[in-house]
Structure formats: C-alpha cells, structure tokens
Nanobody, 121 residues
Framework: QVQLVESGGGLVQPGGSLSLSCAASPFIFTINALGWYRQAPGKQRELVASITSGGSTNYADSVKGRFTISKDNAKNTGYLQMNSLKPEDTAVYYC???????????????WGQGTLVTVSS
C-alpha cells in the first residue's frame, strides 16, 4: 500500500535546529500538498504548517518565524525545517500528504508514521 516515510526526529537542545522529511515513492504516489502536524503527550494534535500544490504556505502562530515548510517536487519529498527550537516543541510530528496514486491518478491523503522530536537540555 502507499507509504509515507518520515525521518529526521531526535533529541536537540533548546535553540537548536532539526529538519524533518516526508517521502513517497514516485512510482506509487505523487505528493501534491503537504501538512505537518504534531501531538504532544496529553494534548490535541495540531496543524503546524501546510503547503499547497502551488507552493502557498501557512504556519501556526506558535512556530512562525522559526519553522519552514517546503517540498521538492523532483524528489517527491516534503520537509519541515525547525529552528530556534523550544521545549514546548517537543511532540511526535506527523506529515500528511495529499496527492494521487501513480497508477490510477486517484486522489489520496496519506499519513506518515510519525517521528519524535524532543527538545531538552
């Protein structure tokens, strides 16, 4: 089935940076739009950033000026660059991609498996 593979999570000190990626095989699924969500323990999952197929971006107020969402269409991969990280950024981060199945061109939304980001001294 369609797989969206996330990578890049880990432990980082406050003020540090981390970059997450979200990729799919172009032979199976073509990513058109992307959203990054996060869920901290005991809290609701929230939308952190999104990018449309045309490249328009939106950010949660809590990450504006610190996070950057992007996608590389040639690599069929989305990214979340996180700078000036704070302890409150600690969460499991999930990507959600909208696109089409390569064989049928049918629209799908697919979730990544999640990657843990821990910001701590």
């Amino acid at each position: 089935q369609v797989q969206l593979v996330e990578s890049g999570g880990g432990l980082v000190q406050p003020g540090g940076s981390l970059s997450l990626s979200c990729a799919a095989s172009p032979f199976i699924f073509t990513i058109n739009a992307l959203g990054w969500y996060r869920q901290a323990p005991g809290k609701q999952r929230e939308l952190v950033a999104s990018i449309t197929s045309g490249g328009s971006t939106n950010y949660a107020d809590s990450v504006k000026g610190r996070f950057t969402i992007s996608k590389d269409n040639a690599k069929n991969t989305g990214y979340l660059q996180m700078n000036s990280l704070k302890p409150e950024d600690t969460a499991v981060y999930y990507c959600n991609a909208g696109g089409v199945r390569s064989t049928s061109s049918r629209y799908l939304e697919v979730w990544g498996q999640g990657t843990l980001v821990t910001v701590s001294s």
